[in-house]
């Protein structure tokens, strides 16, 4: 899941945040079930994000054994570059959790 998609999702709650808290409104009489995008739904789509960063992780492990075990097939920057990519790769799907509790607690307090 994109960084544009979670804002839109986020944006959308705020907005149904907003719009419930009116008064005379009427409450939602039908909750229809959670849509599926390109045939994925979300957890799918997390789960494979999180085993993408996972197997950047091992691979930058991997590399970094590699030299130090004196592999002549593998360089200081190459085991530099995965490094950096895996900490990029982690820092980033700690982003999307933050993210993610924050929306459900936000969600959480709504008043019905």
């Known amino acids: 899941m994109s960084e544009m ?11 149904l945040s907003q719009s419930g808290r009116v008064e005379g409104a009427e409450p939602v009489s039908k909750v229809e079930p959670a849509r599926e995008l390109d045939g994925e739904d979300f957890a799918s789509t997390m789960r ?3 085993r993408s960063v996972n ?4 691979e930058a492990t991997t590399m970094q054994t590699q030299f130090e075990l004196g592999d002549a097939n593998v360089s ?13 790769a982690f820092e980033a799907t700690n982003q999307v959790r933050n993210r993610l509790l924050s929306a459900y607690q ?7």
């Open 5 to 15: 998609q979670i804002q839109n999702v986020l944006q959308q709650m705020r907005a």
């Open 55 to 58: 197997q950047i992780q091992k």
């Open 76 to 88: 200081l920057p190459q085991v530099m570059v995965a490094m950096n990519k895996s900490s990029i």
């Open 106 to 112: 936000e969600v959480m307090s709504m008043q019905v």
């Open 48 to 50: 494979d994000a999180i």
